[in-house]
């Protein structure tokens, strides 16, 4: 199945007017929480939610409309640039799921870490870039529910945003109705080798579908 939503993101230069000026007021990576910082932030939700149609920049799930509340993700992370906090092409909007999955974990290849400027060549990633890389050439979504690589990046962008955790299927599950419909989902899991999945997350992911299923019945009997 071909991806439904954004490719890439098409970049606008210049959405935030004073970007360069705010690059020289952060001090170290925790002056991403300076209070100073709040206008910016509301603007840079309001420019990635209509850029990205309002989909987490990883895994593609609904964002809340405007962006309100959903986490400025920095593509590099502040640890490993703190320079770069306000850099427009390291800034996407992220689900919570993939956002803090991926928390402080390296993005670059590590002979770029020490790069003077914004690394701008998709090749300087391990993982996909939403501004650089086409989302279709390295992922694929299947069943509407797994992730499933089809390059080391995708590889390595399932594993750092915890793409096929029990966060996103989860989510993935209830949008695609499968609440009702336990053994569909069950019968997709039998075959853990095709989405790349460990064995552990199975089971995982198939006691915590057949408690909820028990759950489901009980309540339906007491109803
Ligand atoms: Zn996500």
Same mark, same amino acid.
């Given at each position: 199945?071909?991806?439904?939503?954004?490719?890439?993101?098409?970049?606008?230069?210049?959405?935030?007017? *004073?970007?360069?000026?705010?690059?020289?007021?952060v001090?170290?990576?925790?002056s991403? #929480?300076d209070?100073?910082?709040?206008?910016?932030?509301?603007?840079?939700?309001? &420019?990635? *939610?209509?850029?990205?149609?309002?989909?987490?920049?990883? =895994?593609?799930?609904?964002?809340n409309?405007?962006?309100? #509340?959903?986490?400025? @993700?920095?593509?590099?992370?502040? /640890?490993? !640039?703190?320079?770069?906090?306000?850099?427009?092409?390291?800034?996407?909007? +992220?689900c !919570?799921? =993939? !956002?803090s =999955?991926? *928390?402080?974990? *390296?993005?670059?290849?590590? /002979?770029?870490?020490? +790069?003077?400027?914004?690394?701008?060549?998709?090749?300087?990633?391990?993982?996909? &870039?939403? &501004?650089?890389?086409?989302? #279709?050439?390295e992922?694929?979504?299947e069943?509407?529910?797994?992730?499933?690589?089809?390059?080391?990046?995708?590889k390595?962008?399932?594993?750092? =945003?915890?793409? %096929?955790?029990?966060?996103?299927?989860?989510? %993935?599950?209830? $949008?695609?109705?499968?609440?009702?419909?336990?053994? +569909?989902?069950?019968?997709?899991?039998?075959?853990?080798?095709k989405?790349?999945?460990?064995?552990?997350?199975v089971? @995982?992911f198939?006691? /915590?579908?057949?408690?909820? $299923?028990?759950?489901?019945?009980?309540?339906?009997? /007491?109803?």
């Amino acid at each position: 199945m071909s991806f439904p939503f954004f490719e890439k993101i098409d970049f606008v230069e210049e959405y935030i007017p *004073s970007h360069k000026i705010l690059i020289l007021t952060v001090s170290d990576k925790n002056s991403w #929480s300076d209070k100073k910082f709040q206008y910016v932030k509301k603007k840079i939700r309001f &420019h990635y *939610s209509v850029v990205q149609d309002d989909k987490c920049a990883y =895994c593609r799930r609904q964002l809340n409309f405007g962006g309100y #509340s959903e986490p400025i @993700e920095h593509i590099v992370p502040r /640890a490993d !640039n703190y320079l770069w906090m306000f850099e427009q092409k390291n800034l996407v909007l +992220s689900c !919570n799921a =993939c !956002n803090s =999955c991926k *928390s402080g974990k *390296s993005t670059l290849k590590p /002979a770029m870490l020490t +790069s003077a400027t914004y690394p701008a060549n998709k090749t300087d990633y391990i993982i996909y &870039h939403p &501004h650089f890389d086409i989302y #279709s050439n390295e992922l694929e979504f299947e069943d509407n529910m797994f992730y499933k690589w089809k390059t080391n990046k995708g590889k390595k962008t399932i594993e750092v =945003c915890g793409l %096929n955790n029990m966060a996103h299927l989860f989510y %993935n599950a209830a $949008v695609n109705n499968m609440n009702n419909d336990y053994d +569909s989902v069950l019968d997709k899991i039998m075959y853990p080798n095709k989405y790349g999945l460990e064995k552990k997350d199975v089971d @995982e992911f198939r006691k /915590a579908l057949v408690r909820r $299923v028990k759950h489901l019945k009980k309540l339906n009997k /007491a109803k």
